[in-house]
């Protein structure tokens, strides 16, 4: 059709744009007429003529196919792209209302390891008191050889009160009422002349000293001597009144006393002299304490510094305390160790030597022929602070 | 806004059907939390959840629009089962293959679906890419004619164009470079 001896020729040249712009033209025209049909804005004459083409034009359906297809992804690019400004307006809207309750970043953390911590939490929870219950089984035995001593002081401060309290009201007097005392304990003597001896912490911390007896005398006394050590005090009779006692019934062992022993003790846990008796269970003290014996008398606070005695008569210690929640376990010196200090006193003081009793007229009484004879001279040793 | 109107599943797609974007935005509310709880667990960002929810949202409302619904689930149940397999797919791109997906609902895997919403996202993918190719004005032009459906005289006023002809000319230029590049990326499923 085309001359194509001369292709650069500008005969051929215009031919060929001539063409080309027909073509274009064509295709524009084409173009023209699919728009109009997709748009549906054909008349019906011209939608029908348009149709027949289609049929016998493949070209030009699969042009129309194109092109259609184009238009409606084109149309749901844009719907999509509309849509998602909505969304993100509403996402903006939502994320407004839930602006006051920001999740803060330890709550993200706890959400998601929340599981995991719990797990972590009940396993430590449960090894901790499973050691701590365990720890506890293993100490058990161990606790009850722990031992507690006790001091055998007892505290009078209450009952006192009440007491006092009402010979206020019967008397009304102006003499004022004696001051109660504040702890008591029990004392002995040690020689014809005045001497006590009872437990240090019985005393310990007192302004004045009195002591008494079941048969109603009653003397001041002070402190001359202490043996912290072997928890004993030298008390001294200091009272006008007192014009001394009579002749001891007791002697002081020198020797130690044998195991099962019959021993004795007379005391003041309450206002009157109790009495107690049991045997030398121990030569030791409390945990393996040299200096005491062990006895098997039940005593009770107020007991401290009470004289141990046995059967015959022989005084062989100074009740000194007992060990707690053990029945039947209480302690007294030894009397070698208040003879000792009944020597250190003339080089520690001024006083002379005190004149020890040198006969016994206990040995062969009956017990209670022995506690009558000894009663007058144990007495409640009641300190005031 | 009442909540009460749109509880019931059919309500709210009868709004949507119907275009009422009340309806579009108390479904958004109601189900983003479930998403973000998803995407959130299975190592995403806040960021991602919301894409994807919003990409999962726009199937089912492009599925109510087109009017071949046919819900046998609950909403929450098909939003949940799309966004899920958007999320995977997104993983997969990311060259992460979750290993295990801690899920929290019941999910469908909508077999039969599939392949048309991926023929679908495809398709805007390569629309997309190809109107960012062709540039401007034509963009403009071929949105503003195709999309928000302005007449050629306002088209021919705001672009200066002298007179419709002219316009009309561009825009058909445009067209066919961005069908060139349409079709250069896309085939159209046979």
Known sequence: MLPTRHPFSPESEKIRLQQAKYIAEMEY??????????????????????????????????????????????????QRQQLRTKLN???????????????PMWQVFWKRHAQTMAVAASVSL??????????????????QQTAHYVELRREVDKLKKAQTAIIK??????????????????????????????SSHVVEGADSIMIENTSGAKYKAHEVYRDQAHDLSILKIEDPAFTGFSKLPYTFKTTESDLGEKVYTLGYPREDVVFGEGSLSSTSGFQGDTTAYQISIPLNPGNSGGPLLDDKGNLIGVISGKQEGQDGAAFAIKSA?????????????????????KTNTLAGSSRPQQLKKLKDFVFVVKVYN | MKKGLYEADEAVIDGIRSGDDRALAYLYKLHFPMISHFILSNSGTEDEAKDIYQEGVIVFYEKVKSDNLELTCQIKTYLYSVCRRLWLKRLAEKGRFATKVEDAEHYLTLEDEVPQQEENEKRFDVMEAALNQI???????????????????????????????????QKYKCLQRLKKLFFAAYQAPV
């Open chain 1, 337 to 357: 160790y208040l003879l000792q200090i009944i020597g250190e006193l003339p080089l520690a003081t001024t006083l002379s030597p005190l004149l020890l009793p």
């Open chain 1, 29 to 78: 025209l084409m173009y023209e007429q699919m728009e109009r049909y997709l748009a549906g804005k054909m008349v019906a004459e011209e939608k029908a003529a348009f149709e027949a083409l289609l049929q016998t034009d493949p070209r030009l359906a699969e042009q129309l196919k194109e092109h259609r297809t184009l238009l409606h992804s084109m149309q749901q690019y844009g």
């Open chain 1, 169 to 198: 009201d019967i008397n009304n007097t102006a003499k004022p009422a004696p001051r109660p005392a504040r702890f008591s304990g029990t004392g002995f003597a040690l020689s014809a002349n005045g001497y006590l001896v009872t």
């Open chain 1, 89 to 103: 307006a509403i996402h903006t809207s939502m994320e407004q209302e839930a602006a006051p309750k920001v999740i």
């Open chain 2, 135 to 169: 540039g401007e004005p034509c963009r403009s032009l071929l949105e503003d004619y195709y999309i928000r459906m302005q007449n050629m005289q306002d088209i021919t006023d705001r672009f200066g164009y002298t007179n419709t002809d002219t316009a009309k000319n």
């Open chain 1, 126 to 143: 449960l090894s901790v008191f499973g050691t701590l219950w365990s720890v506890q089984q293993m100490k058990k035995p161990v606790q």
